[in-house]
């Protein structure tokens, strides 16, 4: 027989999802530097609200409001563990570690104006033009996803780093926040290789020209992402099948191909790897062109795998866990003495 006092664990228990979801997006939707700010939300929604329409999903009748917010999608398990890490990692991660990678940069700097200097290049000390300007911006956008491509196709390849990885492609469903449904040693690599690449740009472009301030903007960021967060990123980790002409989907990436990326379908495996340019991966041999008006997707990892990361402590705990095997493994292999020959 139930008691009020369970009656009212029960409604705690139906309410939290609600609250982390609303907490959650309330501290990143108003963050301007972000590709989940209010304005790029709307953007990709609006988009989304567009391509319901224009063609809608097969197999599915209700409304768009419905398909695109659906509570079987946004209140899911693995959704609220989203919201949970990412609560996790804006406390602990982004206002503690990711001040001090902030600082690196300037190391880099330094180190290419030091190399420049003992190789005896001299200043130009021209000043910055357009071109240039557009150069810089190019540059920069360019070799910062080259870094997140390579850093992302380790991440697959290598078993050690593998384990790291997982707790990204172990999100069963998908929102806007599974984008940052990472494990804080993922982030700071990732955060450290970006602002790598970014400030060698910027210690090259600086040392020719110092007149130079910064990338083109808009909106106070650099143009490139500008137009990468109008267009849609947001749908990238979605459920919302959008893709672009094929020409298109040789630069860009759509969110068709990043949801191919995390599908269970062994023939998407190791695809897709770009974050925002498909470049590299038509590059390296590893883009995948939807072709299709739909595919029947899934996400996640194998059952076996899926149990292990179902909670904020294991989606922690359980990439360490797996990592220390792999390396335990390892070590114990190289310090076993080579058997006999016959």
């Given at each position: 027989m139930s008691t009020g006092s369970d009656y009212i664990e029960a409604k705690i228990k139906s309410a939290l999802p609600f609250a982390f979801?609303?907490?959650?997006?309330?501290?990143?939707?108003?963050?301007?530097?972000?590709?989940?700010?209010?304005?790029?939300?709307i953007?990709?929604?609006?988009?989304?609200?567009?391509?319901?329409?224009?063609?809608?999903?097969?197999?599915?009748?209700?409304?768009?409001?419905?398909?695109?917010?659906?509570?079987?999608?946004?209140?899911?398990?693995?959704?609220?563990?989203?919201?949970?890490?990412f609560i996790f990692n804006y406390i602990i991660y982004f206002h503690m570690i990711a001040l001090y990678i902030m600082h690196?940069?300037?190391?880099?700097?330094?180190?290419?104006?030091d190399l420049f200097q003992l190789l005896g290049l001299e200043h130009t000390g021209k000043q910055a033009g357009w071109?240039?300007?557009?150069?810089?911006?190019?540059?920069?956008l360019m070799l910062a996803e080259l870094a997140y491509y390579l850093l992302h196709r380790a991440y697959h390849e290598i078993p050690f780093l593998w384990e790291l990885h997982k707790v990204h492609h172990s999100a069963e469903v998908m929102t806007p926040l599974t984008y940052i449904r990472s494990?804080?040693?993922?982030?700071?690599?990732?955060?450290?290789l970006r602002f790598s690449s970014i400030a060698f740009c910027n210690g090259v472009f600086l040392?020719?020209?110092?007149?130079?301030?910064?990338?083109?903007?808009?909106?106070?960021?650099?143009a490139g992402l500008f137009i990468y967060y109008i267009m849609?990123?947001?749908?990238?980790?979605?459920?919302?099948?959008?893709?672009?002409?094929?020409?298109?989907?040789?630069?860009?990436?759509?969110?068709?191909?990043?949801?191919?990326?995390?599908?269970?379908?062994p023939?998407?495996?190791?695809?897709?790897?770009?974050?925002?340019?498909?470049?590299?991966?038509?590059?390296?041999?590893?883009?995948?062109?939807?072709?299709?008006?739909?595919?029947?997707?899934?996400?996640g990892l194998t059952p076996k795998e899926q149990l292990k990361y179902n909670s904020l402590s294991q989606l922690l705990i359980e990439p360490i866990r797996g990592m220390y095997k792999i390396a335990a493994k390892n070590i114990k292999t190289k310090m076993q003495p080579p058997r006999p020959s016959k």
């Open positions: 979801l609303i907490i959650s997006h309330l501290l990143i939707m108003s963050e301007d530097h972000s590709r989940m700010f209010w304005p790029y939300m953007a990709s929604y609006a988009i989304a609200f567009i391509a319901y329409y224009v063609r809608r999903p097969l197999k599915y009748q209700g409304s768009a409001t419905h398909y695109m917010f659906t509570k079987e999608v946004w209140l899911h398990r693995s959704s609220v563990n989203d919201y949970t890490l690196y940069p300037y190391f880099v700097e330094d180190g290419v104006t071109g240039v300007i557009i150069l810089f911006t190019l540059s920069t494990h804080p040693i993922d982030l700071f690599l990732q955060q450290f040392y020719f020209y110092p007149s130079i301030e910064s990338v083109y903007t808009i909106a106070g960021i650099d849609g990123a947001n749908l990238h980790h979605s459920h919302i099948w959008i893709r672009f002409p094929a020409w298109m989907e040789r630069i860009l990436i759509s969110p068709a191909q990043h949801q191919i990326h995390h599908s269970t379908n023939k998407h495996f190791d695809l897709n790897y770009g974050s925002m340019i498909a470049l590299y991966d038509w590059m390296f041999k590893s883009l995948y062109i939807p072709t299709k008006e739909d595919e029947d997707i899934s996400f």
